[in-house]
C-alpha cells in the first residue's frame, strides 16, 4: 500500500519570491507542499483549500527560498574574537590559532557543530556545507554528521585535511597533520557511508584537503581521483584568499593559483574554491570556461583584511558564485542574512560603484548561486518539484517599517536579525523565531563549556 504524503499549505503570503527562472515575486500568494516537496504555487484564492497543515500567513509576510552558506569552519565557534588574533592577517592568525585547535575533541565537535547550525537557522539558511580539516583527539567527520542530523539541516560535510607541516614547508604544525594514506581511507569510508547522491538528499560527501600550503599535490591529485569515481562527490578547498597566498603558491610552485588549481585537475562543475580574492583575469576566464565554483566570504575577507574580491568580474563571465559565512573565528558570527548584504555593500566599495550589485543579485548569490556551486538542481529557488526550503519573515517588525514598496531589495538592505518561520525539506525548524528542532539555551551552553575547555587546554 502507498504511504499518504502530508500536505502543507501556506496562504496569504503577501510577497513569494521564488526566485524561478521568471524571478515571480508574488502577491497574495499561496504554496502546496507534499511530502517536503513543493506542488504548487500561485494565487491563495487557486490553492486554498483542504490540507494537513496550514500556515496562515495573513498578509503580513515575506516568503523566500532556504539561503545556502557554501563555506564554513563549523569548529571555529569554540574560538571567537580570539585575543591576540582579532587583528591579524590570515597566516599569523592561523598560526595563533593552530595550537589552540590541537586541543579539539569530539564533544566539541558536536557542540560546535549544533552552534554553527542554529545561527545559521535562525537567520535563514536551510542547507550548509562546512569544512573540518582539523583531527586531533577523537574528532572525526561522523560527529558533525551526527549533529546536523539531530538538528534537521541539510548538510554537504567536507572531509578537510592537512598533510604538509611546517618541517615539510607547510604552515600548519607537524602535530596537527595526518598521513596521507590514511586521509584517503577515511575519505572513502566516509563516502560509502553518508554519501547521498539522490535528488533531495539531505546529506551529502565533499573532499576538501585544506589548502595550497597545507596539502601536498599528491594529495590534492588523489582526492580529485578518488572524489570523481563516485556520482556527486565533489572537491572544495581554499584559494589566494590573501597576497601572501598567492606569493606562496609563485615562490613553491612557480604558479599562480588559478594555475597551481588546474595543473591538478582541480577545475570543473565538481570543484568550488573559497575566497578566489585574488584570482587574476585568466583565472577568472578558466574558472568560467569550466564551470569552476567560487565561495565569496565577504565578512571574513574584511574580518582578516584579505581584501575584496572581484566578485563582479566573476558574475560577468559567468562563474558561478555563491555565499559563504566561513569560520566563525573569521567573521565572528554567522548570519547567512547579514552576509547577504555584506556582499551587497562590499561588492560597491570594491568597484567604487553602487550599481556594482543590487540587492537581488546578493539574494542570488545566497540561493540560486550556492545550489549551483554545491552541485544541486533541487534547492535555490521555489517551484513545483523543488525542494520544500523556505523561509518566512515578519514584513511589520521594525527593520522592515518604511520599505514596503520593495520588500525583496529590504531583507538585503535592512538588516533583519531572524527569520520567524523555516522549513527544510518540508519540516518546521523555526517556528516564530525559535529553534524548534532543538534547545537554544542548551546549545549555547555546550558551546560556551567546549570553549572554556579548549582555552583551558591550551594554556
Given at each position: ?14 510577497t ?39 500556515l ?13 552558506n ?19 592577517e ?16 569530539a ?11 542554529a ?62 594514506e ?52 565533489r ?42 580574492v ?52 573569521s ?16 561588492a ?38 523543488m ?9 511589520d ?13 529590504a ?40 570553549a ?8
Amino acid at each position: 500500500m502507498a504511504t499518504v504524503k502530508r500536505t502543507l499549505l501556506v496562504k496569504n503570503i503577501h510577497t513569494l519570491v521564488t526566485m524561478d527562472e521568471q524571478r515571480r515575486e508574488i502577491h497574495n500568494a499561496a504554496m502546496l507542499v507534499r511530502g517536503g516537496i513543493i506542488e504548487q504555487i500561485g494565487p491563495t484564492g487557486v490553492l486554498a483549500g483542504d490540507s494537513d497543515e496550514v500556515l496562515d500567513l495573513r498578509g503580513r509576510h515575506i516568503v523566500l527560498p532556504g539561503l545556502i552558506n557554501t563555506h564554513h569552519h563549523f569548529y571555529q565557534s569554540l574560538t571567537r574574537a580570539v585575543p591576540g588574533a582579532q587583528t591579524n592577517e590570515l597566516f599569523a592568525w592561523l598560526k595563533k590559532l593552530y595550537p589552540i585547535w590541537a586541543h579539539l575533541d569530539a564533544r566539541g565537535v558536536y557542540a560546535s557543530t549544533q552552534m554553527a547550525a542554529a545561527e545559521l537557522m535562525l537567520s535563514g539558511c536551510t542547507t550548509s556545507s562546512d569544512h573540518l580539516y582539523v583531527f586531533p583527539n577523537d574528532c572525526s567527520v561522523d560527529e558533525e554528521i551526527r549533529a546536523m542530523t539531530d538538528i534537521g539541516m541539510r548538510f554537504h560535510a567536507s572531509r578537510g585535511s592537512m598533510s604538509l607541516g611546517q618541517s615539510a614547508g607547510g604552515l600548519p604544525p607537524d602535530s596537527l597533520v595526518e598521513d596521507e594514506e590514511a586521509i584517503l581511507k577515511d575519505s572513502q569510508r566516509l563516502i560509502e557511508r553518508y554519501h547521498d547522491n539522490s535528488r533531495h538528499s539531505m546529506l551529502r560527501m565533499t573532499l576538501a584537503p585544506c589548502s595550497p600550503f597545507s596539502v601536498s599535490k599528491d594529495l590534492m591529485r588523489q582526492s580529485a581521483l578518488l572524489a570523481r569515481t563516485y556520482p556527486g562527490v565533489r572537491l572544495h578547498t581554499h584559494l589566494a584568499e590573501n597576497d601572501r597566498d598567492v606569493q606562496y603558491s609563485m615562490r613553491e610552485f612557480g604558479m599562480s593559483p588559478g594555475q597551481y588549481a588546474e595543473s591538478l585537475g582541480w577545475v570543473g562543475r565538481d570543484v568550488w574554491l573559497a575566497h578566489c580574492v585574488h584570482l587574476d583575469e585568466s583565472g577568472i576566464a578558466r574558472f568560467a570556461a569550466t564551470g569552476t565554483g567560487v565561495a565569496h566570504c565577504p565578512s571574513s575577507n574584511m574580518r582578516l583584511g584579505s581584501g575584496v574580491a572581484p566578485i563582479r568580474k566573476m558574475l560577468a563571465a559567468q562563474v558561478p558564485v555563491g555565499l559563504g559565512v566561513d569560520g566563525a573565528a573569521s567573521n565572528d558570527g554567522g548570519n547567512m542574512l547579514h552576509e547577504a548584504r555584506a556582499a551587497c555593500l562590499l561588492a560597491r566599495v570594491g568597484e567604487c560603484d553602487p550599481a556594482a550589485m543590487d540587492p537581488r543579485t546578493a539574494l542570488e548569490l545566497a540561493t540560486r548561486g550556492g545550489a549551483e556551486v554545491l552541485g544541486r538542481d533541487d534547492i535555490g529557488h521555489l517551484a513545483p518539484g523543488m525542494s520544500a526550503d523556505f523561509i518566512v519573515l515578519d514584513i511589520d517588525q521594525p527593520q522592515f517599517a518604511g520599505a514596503h514598496r520593495d520588500l525583496c531589495a529590504a531583507v538585503i538592505l535592512c538588516q533583519p536579525d531572524r527569520v520567524d518561520y523555516s522549513f527544510i525539506n518540508g519540516r518546521m525548524v523555526v517556528e516564530l523565531g525559535r529553534l524548534v528542532t532543538a534547545e537554544l539555551a542548551l546549545i549555547v551552553e555546550r558551546t560556551n563549556a567546549a570553549a572554556l575547555a579548549l582555552a583551558i587546554s591550551a594554556t
